[in-house]
């Protein structure tokens, strides 16, 4: 898998990944924006056999958080979960919102095995990240889904979605804190999954 971007943030590096709009630099692409990228990817490595990788992040508890600090948590989590996707992932790689509460990662050229360890390093980096309530240090979590079409059957993109998001759910039902890799052809059953829990520890 091509190598991970160094930290180092240049003026350029955001064109193309990022929207310009917002409330911070850095933002996400839009729902719209995103699921048109991923659309677009997913046509093109239909076209030329290659895999493509959807990742679904949500932190843990967020809403009800937002509900007793205020919207502008959000904006915060978004700006610095923005900045990591950026710091963890290729120039290649978009980050859109999925939701409210999900964030959409696309990864072309990427297999189900090489999305799991990006959303491994993600998990890993999100724990040394501050998120900060006036004097309080809030202790979030994130919850990872990963699917990714490698097996060449998969006919529409948002099947790939719906393969996500039931790794997401399944990742969170132990609270979070783990990605979680949807591998087979049907989305219902757990048996369908391969998870790794607690994936900072490894």
Do not use: W
């Not at 990788?53 to 205020?70: I, P, Q």
């Amino acid at each position: 898998m091509a190598s991970f971007r160094s930290s180092e943030r240049g003026g350029g590096k955001l064109s193309g990944r990022f929207t310009s709009a917002g409330p911070v630099a850095g933002s996400p692409f839009s729902q719209a924006q995103i699921l048109h990228l991923m659309k677009t990817e997913f046509a093109r490595a239909r076209r030329y056999g290659f895999p493509v990788a959807c990742m679904l992040v949500r932190v843990e508890r967020l809403e009800t958080l937002v509900d007793l600090h205020g919207a502008a948590l959000r904006d915060t989590v978004r700006e610095e979960l923005g900045r990591l996707v950026l710091e963890k992932t290729r120039g290649a790689d978009h980050l859109g919102l999925a939701s409210e509460d999900r964030y959409l990662v696309v990864l072309p050229h990427t297999s189900g095995e090489e999305g799991l360890l990006v959303g491994d390093r993600l998990l890993e980096a999100f724990e040394f990240l501050e998120i900060r309530v006036g004097t309080n240090v809030l202790a979030l979590q994130l919850s990872i889904g990963v699917s990714s079409s490698d097996d060449q059957e998969t006919l529409f993109f948002d099947t790939l979605l719906a393969r996500a998001e039931a790794a997401l759910e399944h990742a969170a039902r132990d609270g979070g804190n783990s990605a979680c890799l949807f591998h087979k052809d049907q989305v219902s059953g757990v048996d369908e999954l391969s998870d790794n829990p607690n994936a900072s520890d490894s």
